[in-house]
């Protein structure tokens, strides 16, 4: 998914855009490769601090303690949990990986 194509603009809030903590933190954007292109993406999560790499750029260095929003805590309780989930997801469009790996920090 790409969610720069023309079928997504005005639809998506900032928070909503590729490689952010969705609805949470906003990701920089621009650093997406054209859509049917493999784009490279990091993503680490030590503690609290959420580190997302699109392509060689840093678009994400949040710490999920600096979210204060009461209506965004209201709405994502799990932001408290210190374990989780990894989701990969799209917005009705079909989205593909490979190669992907997961190791957990020390």
Do not use: C
């Not at 374990?83 to 593909?96: C, K, N, P, S, Y």
């Amino acid at each position: 998914m790409n969610d720069q194509a023309p079928v997504y603009q005005g639809k998506l809030r900032p928070a909503q855009y590729h490689g952010s903590i969705y609805d949470v933190v906003p990701a920089r954007q621009g650093f997406l490769k054209k859509a049917g292109e493999w784009n490279q993406e990091e993503i680490t999560a030590s503690g609290r601090r959420i580190t997302v790499i699109l392509n060689g750029t840093t678009i994400v260095d949040a710490n999920l303690d600096s979210v204060k929003d009461p209506q965004v805590l209201k709405k994502h309780p799990g932001l408290a949990r210190s374990q989780g989930h990894i989701g990969f997801l799209g917005h009705d469009t079909r989205v593909e990986f490979r190669n992907i790996r997961l190791r957990e920090l020390p």
